[in-house]
């Protein structure tokens, strides 16, 4: 049972640090997925990982999947207020749908 | 990247009640999946919709609670059945596609039971 750790839950930081977000994975996974949810809204895809040591990068955040570890990271630079949300990394795909993470409940504070 | 819409958006329900939330792609897709995701928790899939088949359901979750049409490729139902305030969720519905893999989230449907 492909099973979807993320540390930490809950995360307070300030503008202009730099934090990252770990997600771990207990089986073999296609594919790692990391999606942004804001308050009352539906999850919007922020990166796909496909294969070891990818690495995608989209503004202040940047995503990296090591297969081997099975283990996925999200980095945000200089982070900014805009940035608050909270983040789910994600395993699995294909015909087997995805099991997500707990979550990373982020507040970024000016 | 495919467009989802999930109707209706929110519903306030009466306990032993059920209600149907639909969901419509823009595109044919060959595989759907539907998620719960409970107040304040992460998404776990209640079950994938195939065309033509019969849905494939996850662990604790069952056809008589949960039952699912997929009667074409842009479309398909989930039902909450004799609804209990624990159904109080937001249920979304999800397609793969595009050339990265991605897996795209409809709007949801804001459920809550009195």
């Known amino acids: 049972e492909l099973k979807v750790e993320q540390n930490p839950l809950f995360l307070s930081m300030q503008e202009g640090k730099n934090y990252t977000i770990y997600c771990n994975y207990s089986t073999t996974s296609d594919r790692l997925y990391w999606y942004r949810q804001d308050p009352g809204k539906s999850l919007e895809s922020l990166f796909v990982l496909l294969s070891n040591g990818a690495v995608k990068q989209e503004g202040r955040l940047m995503a990296s999947l090591d297969t081997k570890a099975r283990l996925s990271t999200l980095h945000i630079t200089a982070a900014v207020h805009d940035l608050s949300a909270t983040y789910f990394c994600?395993?699995?795909?294909?015909?087997?749908?995805?099991?997500f993470g707990k979550g990373t409940h982020l507040i970024i504070q000016p | 990247s495919a467009v989802i819409s999930q109707k209706p958006s929110r519903d306030i329900c009466q306990r032993g009640t059920s209600l149907t939330i639909q969901c419509q792609v823009d595109s044919q897709v060959t595989m759907m999946f539907w998620y719960r995701q409970q107040p304040g928790q992460s998404l776990t899939l209640i079950a994938t919709?195939?065309?033509?088949?019969?849905?494939?359901?996850e662990s604790g979750f069952v056809i008589d609670k949960f039952p699912i049409s997929r009667p074409n490729l842009t479309f398909s139902t989930l039902t909450v059945s004799n609804m209990s305030p624990e159904d109080s969720s937001i249920y979304l519905c999800s397609v793969g596609g595009g050339s990265l893999n991605e897996q795209f989230f409809g709007p949801g449907t804001r459920l809550t039971v009195l």
């Open positions: 919709a195939n065309q033509g088949s019969e849905a494939t359901y």
């Open positions: 994600a395993a699995g795909g294909g015909a087997d749908g995805l099991t």
